[in-house]
């Protein structure tokens, strides 16, 4: 069946520094992809997403490109801020529409 | 826009006895509602898919005579834990799909976090 993987975490950086999170996928058809974010306590949040090939999603700041030809979704943001704290999670949508979640990645930003 | 809201946040019962959590969708019709459990650092696993007004459908592994799911209306879905066991302890997590089929866009409640002692 479909799946995600994305690196293990945590991810520690500091304040300003560049932040990449990969995520890779095996799907049968042609998926949408999704980076969602969960803050301390709160709910799942959609970052951003895509749904074709070549796509890029982005919001606030944060960016990610649906290449085809290497499987991948990686979450890239150019200055990390401590309040991006959260742990982030790499999905698709499968035929049914139902998400396929990656393990999660924790971000750790420090001042 | 597209809250929404899950009831209680928390809650600890003792084992053998059952918890009802509800899902609501506070500003949209949802007519697919999600049911999803988080163990502690790994991912959602999907439990359940509801829509309103016709039974659940239950990935494989999960006992549906244990996770009773009731999806009353476009607004309310019930996920009912009968006959809790230490094990169920975990993080449920509902989410709803918007009626408007352009999207698909599922919105995500806060959780509950349910702990059988």
């Known amino acids: 069946g479909d799946s995600v993987t994305q690196m293990e975490g945590p991810v520690t950086l500091s304040e300003e520094a560049f932040l990449t999170i990969n995520c890779t996928y095996t799907?049968?058809?042609?998926?949408?992809l999704f980076w969602y974010v969960q803050y301390p306590g709160e709910g799942l949040q959609l970052l951003l997403k895509?749904?074709?090939?070549?796509d890029k999603g982005s919001n606030k700041g944060f960016e990610a490109t649906y290449r085809k030809e290497t499987t991948s979704f990686h979450l890239e943001k150019g200055s990390v801020q401590v309040s991006d704290s959260a742990v982030y999670f790499c999905?698709?949508?499968?035929?049914?529409?139902?998400?396929?979640f990656g393990t999660g990645t924790r971000l750790l930003v420090s001042p | 826009g597209a809250v929404v809201s899950q009831h209680p946040s928390w809650v600890i019962c003792k084992s053998g006895t059952s918890v009802k959590i509800e899902c609501r969708s506070l500003?949209?019709?949802?007519?697919?509602m999600f049911w999803y459990r988080q163990f502690p650092k790994q991912s959602l696993m999907l439990m359940a898919t509801?829509?309103?007004?016709?039974?659940?459908?239950?990935e494989q592994g999960v006992e549906k005579d244990k996770f009773l799911i009731n999806h009353a209306s476009l607004t309310l879905s019930t996920l009912t834990v009968t006959s809790a066991h230490p094990e169920d302890s975990s993080f449920y997590i509902c989410?709803?799909?918007?009626?408007?089929?352009?999207?698909?866009?599922?919105?995500f409640g806060p959780g509950t976090r349910l702990t059988v002692t």
């Open positions: 500003d949209f019709q949802a007519t697919t």
């Open positions: 989410s709803a799909r918007s009626s408007d089929r352009a999207t698909y866009e599922q919105y």
């Open positions: 999905a698709l949508s499968d035929p049914a529409q139902k998400l396929v």
């Open positions: 895509a749904t074709k090939a070549d």
């Open positions: 509801s829509n309103e007004g016709s039974k659940a459908t239950y």
């Open positions: 799907a049968t058809g042609y998926p949408s």
